[in-house]
């Protein structure tokens, strides 16, 4: 494993062949299978669980009690709350292997995940969507889209800072945190960056 300046908890497991980024910290009780790769700046809670092969981009936060296994991808700045679950196979049976059938789940950037949700396997949850707590998710989820109930139904839109957004008739809102403005076509959200925010750049 390659001494990248991470910390993990003494009470933590880490086996060889996975790779951690810089600045990451792993807490009580955890398991860092092999062949998973960990991103930098990541915070990884107690009782977490990375199986091999599962991919976080930097800047991940993993809350407690969350198992992520063979066939997640997370990309960077993913949050995944409380007691979250995923699932990699559809069909599970106890005597059947199915290791061979392992789905592949994708959250994207920006991503967050309630507690006590649950992702069924074979899904791609967008940019900067928003589940919410308990909520089951059984079909892919839009970019900013924002999802409650069981089964997930599309209930609004939320903004990269977590707010819900409201849209006027000619389909733009801005977010009430930032300056960022987003507009509303064919179904689908995209941000659009602000004259003030470019001059800022500047």
């Not at 998973?36 to 107690?46: M, S, T």
Request: charged letters at 15%; a positive charge.
């Amino acid at each position: 494993m390659p001494q990248n300046e991470y910390y993990a908890h003494p009470s933590s497991i880490i086996d060889e062949g996975c790779i951690i980024g810089n600045g990451t910290k792993i807490w009580h009780f955890s398991h860092i299978m092999k062949a998973c790769v960990i991103g930098e700046n990541c915070n990884l809670g107690q009782n977490v669980v990375v199986s091999p092969n599962v991919v976080l981009g930097n800047n991940v936060r993993v809350q407690n009690n969350v198992s992520i296994y063979e066939g997640v991808v997370c990309e960077e700045d993913v949050f995944l709350g409380p007691s979250m679950v995923f699932t990699n196979v559809i069909n599970p049976r106890s005597a059947i292997s199915r290791k061979s059938e392992y789905k592949q789940t994708l959250v994207k950037k920006g991503a967050s995940i309630g507690a006590n949700a649950t992702i069924v396997c074979g899904n791609t949850i967008g940019e900067y969507a928003f589940i919410g707590a308990g909520a089951v998710v059984t079909k892919s989820v839009l970019a900013y889209a924002l999802v409650v109930g069981n089964p997930a139904k599309q209930t609004g839109w939320m903004s990269e800072y977590g707010h819900k957004l409201i849209f006027d008739k000619m389909g733009f809102a801005t977010c009430i945190e930032s300056v960022d403005k987003y507009q509303l076509e064919n179904g689908a959200v995209k941000k659009i960056i602000s004259m003030s925010k470019k001059k800022s750049q500047l």
